[in-house]
């Protein structure tokens, strides 16, 4: 074996070397980033948790809606307010990740229904007018999206949900009487 052919042979596996390497380093980027949007989709699921803790907590004011807020109190208005920015900001940071990249696509569509139900309420259409400076401007692109969208369905759905009243909209649900359980063979404490 000449000099050449070890050149040539020293090229080979040089190029060899650097296939097996760019190959090593597309699974290690592709495992990073399914790991980045299960951490991202569980972070954003944390959030949640709290977001409904906190939706909880303010049920009787929640419940109320946008339909109430002419009649809310000023410290009523702020828990409110507040209430639904930090939701959003959040919600606005999901969206961000699905556009990067950093979350699985289709991940932000319930809340992509969700929010453009209330914009298709004319209590929930004016609160945003109201409050969307507090949000990112590409949040705001994307509400205004949303807002623009014309679907009656949605509008109809969230006037239900929202407790908005209005055409189409459904009232609440009656609630079947509660029954007692029969006893089914168990025997009652203290027989």
Do not use: C
């Not at 507040?82 to 809340?111: A, H, K």
């Not at 209330?118 to 705001?140: C, H, I, M, S």
């Amino acid at each position: 074996m000449d000099l050449t052919q070890l050149a040539n042979l020293g090229e080979f596996i040089g190029g060899v070397a650097v296939l097996v390497t760019l190959i090593y380093l597309a699974v290690q980027v592709r495992q990073n980033t399914q790991t980045l949007r299960r951490s991202n989709a569980r972070q954003t699921s944390l959030q949640n948790s709290d977001a409904l803790r906190g939706w909880a907590d303010s049920s009787e004011l929640l419940v109320g809606g946008f339909h109430r807020l002419p009649d809310m109190t000023p410290a009523e208005r702020l828990r409110f307010n507040l209430i639904w920015i930090i939701w959003m900001q959040g919600t606005g940071q999901t969206f961000e990740d699905e556009r990067n990249g950093v979350q699985d696509p289709g991940f932000s569509r319930p809340y992509r229904l969700f929010l453009r139900g209330l914009l298709a309420t004319p209590e929930g259409r004016d609160w945003w007018w109201q409050l969307k400076d507090y949000f990112d401007p590409r949040f705001q692109e994307e509400m205004q999206k949303m807002a623009t969208d014309g679907s009656e369905e949605l509008a109809t759905a969230a006037r239900g949900f929202f407790n908005l009243g209005g055409p189409g909209a459904p009232g609440p649900r009656p609630r079947a009487p509660l029954r007692p359980r029969k006893n089914r063979g168990r025997r009652e404490l203290g027989s």
